[in-house]
């Protein structure tokens, strides 16, 4: 029998030109704390001064928070947490991509509880203290396309002295509001492009693969799988391709919700497990890198799911042998990844060694153990040392 529970509280404005109707949307407070990356793309572009104007004509009183890194640490965010607090700000908005909603998320939950995020945290080193206090509110300006944050409660954050990549979450740290406009995307460089598009990919296939799918996640993920065939390539060959980045955008959207509907896998995991010693390496790069050995893996053992994915990627099995019906998934992803560009991607060129695949492999059974457990076979740590070995070059 059928049984599941799903909640998604985000209102989430979706669609070209979008970000202009943050003017009329009623904030849920007085006094703003803006967050956004260290970087220059948000407020170059003016998207950040079109989020103020936004503020300004509903006469919202802010502060902006400017120091979030590409993969964000405790240290960050429980700074800016502290900052939000010592200034009394009742809600939070992240502009930005994803590790600055991420951060955006992380703010507004330690702005209102005592103590450090990882108190909270209920993997690693954590304590998995219960969270005492909801988190402010939270609006969400996203301008990348494919990790979802900003329609999940997850928040991945990095303790840089521990090594620990960890995504944490709770139910009040769902945005209450997202704007999704593609036209804050069309900045974001051809790579980028790609491996965020890829991001959104695994979270599909891994969230249809997953012991936790249901009816309502299996369909976000089919049309995530379908969008991002079908629109990818198009994205990084075309930035100003309005269309291809529209429903690029959409697939990004729809993973948070394959996040809220179901669960990423042990892939995540192992992703976090590179970038928690190489954070130089985009998490989207990371998953692309080890994607074709882990679903190399993962086929034989949920063959019918493989075979539909490799359908919606318009691979044909007809009059093959059914063993190697599932891994036409596997053959026809390498080749959006050589049409996105992506193909060749390698470990080694962000300087990681053949040395450090055991020392990986323990930190993702460490740190993301929870997401082993949606694996419907259990991997060992020989086999997820087995799995980096083959996707190592």
Same mark, same amino acid.
Not at 167 to 195: K, R
């Given at each position: 029998?059928?049984?599941?529970?799903?909640?998604?509280?985000?209102?989430?404005l979706?669609?070209?030109?979008?970000?202009?109707?943050?003017?009329? /949307?009623?904030?849920?407070?007085k006094?703003?704390?803006?967050?956004?990356?260290?970087?220059?793309?948000?407020? *170059?572009?003016?998207?950040?001064?079109?989020?103020?104007?936004a503020?300004?004509?509903?006469?919202?009183?802010?502060l902006?928070?400017?120091?979030?890194?590409?993969n964000?640490?405790? +240290? /960050?965010?429980?700074?800016a947490?502290?900052?939000a607090?010592?200034?009394f700000?009742?809600f939070?908005i992240?502009?930005?991509?994803?590790?600055?909603?991420d951060s955006?998320?992380?703010v507004?939950?330690?702005?209102?509880?005592?103590g450090?995020l990882?108190?909270?945290?209920?993997?690693?080193s954590?304590?998995?203290?219960?969270?005492?206090?909801?988190?402010?509110?939270?609006?969400?300006?996203?301008?990348?396309?494919g990790?979802?944050?900003?329609?999940?409660?997850?928040?991945?954050?990095?303790?840089?002295?521990?090594?620990?990549?960890?995504?944490?979450?709770?139910?009040?740290?769902?945005?209450?509001?997202?704007?999704?406009?593609? *036209?804050?995307?069309?900045?974001?460089?051809?790579f980028?492009?790609?491996?965020?598009?890829?991001?959104?990919?695994?979270?599909? !296939?891994?969230?249809?693969?997953?012991?936790?799918?249901?009816?309502?996640? /299996?369909a976000?993920?089919?049309?995530?799988?379908?969008?991002?065939s079908?629109?990818?390539?198009? !994205?990084?060959?075309?930035?100003?391709?309005? *269309?291809?980045r529209?429903?690029?955008?959409?697939a990004?959207?729809?993973?948070?919700?394959?996040?809220?509907?179901?669960?990423?896998?042990?892939?995540?995991?192992?992703?976090?497990?590179?970038?928690?010693y190489?954070?130089?390496?985009?998490?989207?790069?990371?998953?692309?890198?080890?994607?074709?050995?882990y679903? +190399?893996?993962?086929?034989?053992?949920?063959?019918?799911?493989?075979?539909?994915?490799?359908h919606?990627?318009?691979?044909?099995? +007809?009059n093959?042998?059914?063993a190697?019906?599932?891994?036409?998934?596997?053959?026809a992803?390498?080749?959006?990844? *050589?049409?996105?560009?992506?193909?060749?991607?390698k470990?080694?060129?962000?300087?990681i060694?053949?040395?450090?695949?055991?020392?990986?492999?323990?930190?993702a059974?460490?740190?993301?153990?929870?997401?082993?457990?949606?694996d419907?076979?259990?991997l060992?740590?020989?086999?997820?040392?087995?799995?980096?070995e083959?996707?190592?070059?």
């Amino acid at each position: 029998m059928i049984s599941f529970d799903f909640s998604v509280p985000t209102k989430v404005l979706f669609g070209a030109g979008k970000l202009e109707s943050l003017r009329r /949307e009623k904030m849920p407070g007085k006094f703003a704390l803006v967050v956004i990356s260290n970087g220059k793309t948000v407020k *170059e572009r003016g998207y950040l001064d079109r989020v103020l104007a936004a503020l300004k004509t509903q006469g919202i009183d802010y502060l902006i928070w400017d120091a979030i890194s590409a993969n964000p640490g405790k +240290d /960050e965010v429980m700074a800016a947490a502290q900052y939000a607090r010592d200034n009394f700000c009742d809600f939070v908005i992240g502009v930005g991509g994803a590790s600055v909603i991420d951060s955006a998320k992380a703010v507004a939950l330690m702005a209102r509880n005592p103590g450090d995020l990882w108190d909270y945290v209920v993997t690693g080193s954590g304590k998995g203290l219960p969270v005492r206090n909801p988190a402010l509110p939270i609006i969400a300006v996203i301008t990348t396309a494919g990790t979802g944050s900003e329609t999940d409660q997850w928040m991945v954050i990095d303790h840089r002295e521990l090594n620990e990549i960890i995504g944490f979450g709770v139910p009040t740290t769902f945005p209450t509001l997202s704007v999704v406009d593609p *036209e804050l995307t069309v900045s974001v460089p051809p790579f980028l492009t790609a491996v965020q598009g890829f991001d959104a990919f695994c979270h599909a !296939a891994e969230g249809f693969i997953s012991k936790a799918a249901t009816p309502i996640s /299996e369909a976000f993920s089919l049309q995530i799988l379908r969008l991002v065939s079908k629109f990818l390539p198009r !994205a990084v060959q075309n930035g100003g391709d309005l *269309e291809a980045r529209t429903n690029i955008a959409l697939a990004g959207m729809l993973s948070g919700l394959v996040q809220t509907t179901s669960s990423t896998t042990s892939l995540h995991s192992i992703a976090h497990g590179l970038t928690a010693y190489h954070p130089d390496l985009p998490h989207g790069a990371a998953l692309t890198i080890l994607s074709a050995a882990y679903f +190399d893996f993962f086929a034989p053992y949920v063959p019918d799911r493989f075979i539909k994915m490799a359908h919606i990627l318009g691979a044909s099995t +007809d009059n093959m042998d059914e063993a190697q019906k599932p891994f036409e998934f596997v053959k026809a992803m390498k080749i959006l990844q *050589e049409n996105c560009g992506i193909a060749d991607l390698k470990m080694s060129d962000y300087g990681i060694t053949r040395d450090e695949m055991e020392k990986m492999a323990r930190n993702a059974h460490k740190t993301m153990s929870n997401l082993f457990a949606m694996d419907r076979y259990t991997l060992s740590l020989k086999e997820t040392v087995s799995i980096l070995e083959k996707s190592f070059r």
